[in-house]
């Protein structure tokens, strides 16, 4: 298959106009991959439909309108019958509950991967793709490649998933003339270069600053205004990457340009430093879901700071956590209960850091076995902490 008769098949098909948003500021979208099961073959090779529309369920309450999922290769190879009646159900399990759904290519045929001679089984399986869901109304984009700008080296590595995308992105457009299509690049150069193959732009940002975000978020709506193509970011957000969920998102949102977070539930790969939800529907940090919401804490300088003993509380916490520590016959019952209280106030006042609520421990702590020398040690601790914030009288 000849590289140039790709790309005139590419071009012709975007000519015939597939069916491109102008906008795309209102997409707030995630990232999904099942969190039983370790990387994104797993999610389709062991499929679970009842935790697949439990997770849509979390998202669906953060009122998320897109979702971004991979595909592999080696899943659709493993079992095609099974893949597809997975891909059908997940499409429409989104599509139930008000997402749209952009599959992307996370592997490809290792042959293509190689040479031009494997790009015929890349080609088979698009149109296997095309032909399970290219009429499901809850398919909103198809995502060619994932990153093919990254990692940048070897430089010949780089170029050939480079071609591979483009060639990717050709053989949707061949295939599906109406869903817009695109390639998530790492970085808004390797946007800019894989343009001209693509219906709608899209990039990732991770970056570690407000000002490089908003250079980054600039350069990409400047580059689309050109191009006369919508853009968005289809990856945000990572707690070890200096880029905070509520950051990142504020940002995007302050500059009208759509997004996807990495990623909703915090899975095996990545969920020491991603993910939103653990599988019970309890969250990692509520600020990530409220920054989803559009509600962001106020980091100006108008900000009120909590007093937490307005009312004398810490006052007569630490008064009664000072009394229970000094009893020689102290009941486990009643210094967990002073804890208990002594906890509330920390977090409520915002007066600790959350990596370890004290909440969380105290409540740890009553499910085990009555330790009461870790009990006096946790309560002076709490009552050292809450001590500067006494009023004076």
């Not at 899943?75 to 893949?83: R, S």
Request: proline letters at 6%.
């Amino acid at each position: 298959m000849k590289r140039i008769a790709i790309c005139a098949l590419a071009f012709a098909a975007m000519a015939a106009g597939a069916d491109v948003p102008k906008d795309l500021s209102n997409v707030r979208g995630f990232n999904y991959a099942s969190s039983s099961v370790r990387g994104h073959t797993e999610t389709w090779t062991k499929y679970n439909a009842v935790e697949v529309e439990r997770d849509l369920g979390y998202a669906q309450r953060l009122n998320f309108n897109q979702v971004r999922v991979f595909i592999t290769y080696e899943a659709w190879t493993a079992d095609k019958e099974a893949f597809r009646k997975n891909l059908v159900h997940f499409v429409r399990a989104a599509h139930q509950r008000g997402m749209g759904v952009m599959p992307t290519i996370g592997s490809m045929p290792r042959e293509a991967l190689q040479a031009d001679d494997g790009l015929p089984l890349a080609r088979e399986w698009v149109q296997d793709l095309v032909k399970t869901i290219g009429t499901e109304p809850g398919l909103a984009f198809w995502d060619a490649t994932n990153e093919p700008d990254y990692p940048p080296t070897p430089a010949e590595r780089m170029k050939r998933r480079m071609e591979l995308a483009k060639d990717m992105a050709g053989f949707f457009h061949e295939f599906d003339k109406k869903t817009p299509v695109t390639i998530g690049y790492a970085l808004v150069p390797g946007m800019e270069e894989g343009a001209d193959a693509v219906d709608v732009l899209s990039f990732h940002d991770y970056s570690p600053s407000r000002a490089i975000i908003r250079a980054n978020i600039a350069r990409a709506k400047a580059f689309a205004a050109k191009a006369g193509k919508p853009v968005f970011n289809t990856e945000i957000g990572c707690v070890a990457r200096s880029n905070p969920y509520d950051v990142t998102i504020q940002e995007h949102m302050n500059a009208n340009v759509g997004w996807y977070i990495w990623e909703l539930m915090i899975t095996p790969a990545w969920g020491d430093v991603h993910g939103v939800f653990y599988p019970d529907g309890t969250v990692r940090d509520p600020s990530i879901a409220a920054a989803v919401l559009g509600l962001f804490r106020n980091r100006g300088p108008n900000v009120v700071l909590e007093n937490p003993d307005r009312e004398g509380a810490v006052t007569r916490a630490v008064a009664s956590g000072k009394q229970w520590l000094a009893q020689p016959d102290a009941t486990w019952e009643r210094g967990l209960s002073i804890a208990e209280t002594a906890a509330n106030l920390l977090e409520a006042g915002e007066l600790v850091a959350m990596r370890e609520p004290p909440t969380r421990t105290v409540d740890l702590m009553g499910q085990g076995r009555p330790d009461l020398p870790a009990l006096r040690a946790l309560l002076q601790k709490y009552i050292d902490l809450l001590e500067p914030y006494q009023r004076k009288q």
